[in-house]
């Protein structure tokens, strides 16, 4: 990890708020771009801002520097992933005392006025895992992150109105706030999952730990959901989520109902890489489920190898071999692909 960190300017001060927002970057430098103009353009006071690019190709550092003069930006030499990229940036907010560290895919957008609001909301609670209310980008009166959920009518100590904060069962990383204390009790995201339900595996851990997830409705913001993935849908999404599913079920520490909810998680995964394979519409049991997996789809070469890695303990990032191969049937058949 420190050889990650060769590009850290230590000149930076170390903090100027008790907030800082890191943006993990890959690719998209003008996603990058408009995320880090909304932070410029909306905040009041000092909000500190600490770029991670996870080694761009072409690289970014230079648009972003020259574009955004006070920029603080740590360029890795190696792509960590989600966890990885993010590990670097908590590790260095929580060594400079931030007390909320606030995690922001480069995909994302706050509107006027909302990132003040999101900071001084933070600053009135206590240490959770904390989301404002997100709307699709491109469907900008759609809620991704907001309809759904019960209000809790729960309180904490030294909250007043708790109940205005709706209770999650699970985190999402898009835009997600952790008070440092969480972070120095639960640890940090396991690198291992490199991408794919980091977040998940951290709530799980933080609620052992007794912290809560809340979504904040009244603080909005938008997500140009899986820009560095190429779409919702790809066969590299659905590698990294079946692995991962067979790791978060090994920790679970959890009841046989937890268990029973995290098989069943999985068998849902695949289920849904099925359908949304165009290649499988003869699936209609187990045995031509099977015939499915062992086919040429990119989407099935994509589930078996990530059900191979997770019983030969291939964690991390995809091998660059499997993601080519998977790339270059997918182009033959139009899907789409996650970039290597």
């Known amino acids: 990890m420190m050889d990650q960190l060769k590009s850290l300017n230590k000149s930076k001060p170390s903090r100027s ?28 006071g000092n909000t500190d801002v600490i770029v991670i690019d996870n080694n761009s190709t072409p690289p970014v550092d230079s648009i972003l520097r020259t574009r955004f003069n006070d920029i603080e930006l740590i360029t890795l030499s190696s ?3 989600w966890a990885g990229g993010n590990n670097v940036g908590i590790k260095l907010a929580l060594e400079r005392g ?22 001084n909301i933070l600053n009135t609670l206590p240490p959770a895992l ?6 699709y980008w491109d469907d900008p009166e759609i809620a991704q992150l907001r309809e759904g959920f019960d209000s809790t009518g729960r309180k904490l100590d030294d909250v007043e109105e708790w109940n205005k904060y709706m209770l999650m069962k699970y985190a999402y ?5 952790v008070h440092r204390e969480i972070f120095e009790k639960v640890g940090l995201f396991d690198e291992r999952l490199f991408l794919q339900l980091e977040e998940t595996d951290f709530y799980r851990r933080a609620c052992r730990k007794g912290y809560v997830s809340v979504c904040a409705p009244f603080v909005k913001m938008f997500h140009k959901e899986s820009k560095a993935f190429g779409g919702k849908t790809t066969p590299g999404k659905t590698y990294y989520t079946l692995r991962n599913s067979l790791l978060l ?38 045995g031509d489920l099977v015939k499915w997996i062992c086919s040429d ?21 995809m091998p660059i071999d499997l993601s080519n191969r998977i790339s270059r049937v997918a182009s033959q058949l139009g899907a789409p692909v996650l970039e290597p």
């Open 130 to 135: 904390v989301h404002p209310s997100i709307y």
């Open 297 to 317: 789809s990119p989407y099935a070469i994509a589930s078996r190898y990530g059900i191979f890695h997770y019983f030969t303990r291939g964690f991390g990032r």
């Open 173 to 177: 990383g898009a835009c997600l706030a």
């Open 98 to 119: 931030y007390k909320w560290i606030c995690l922001l895919n480069n995909d994302t957008v706050f509107p006027e006025g909302q990132v003040q609001s999101w900071v």
């Open 17 to 44: 708020s008790d907030t800082v927002f890191i943006v993990l970057s890959y690719n998209g430098c003008e996603d990058t771009a408009a995320c880090l103009d909304s932070l410029y353009a909306c905040r009041e």
């Open 249 to 286: 079920i090994e920790k679970n520490k959890g009841s046989i109902k937890e268990k029973l909810a995290l098989l069943k998680g999985f068998y849902w995964a695949i289920s849904n890489t099925v359908l949304k394979d165009e290649n499988s519409s003869k699936v209609k049991g187990i």
């Open 79 to 81: 792509n960590l992933g």
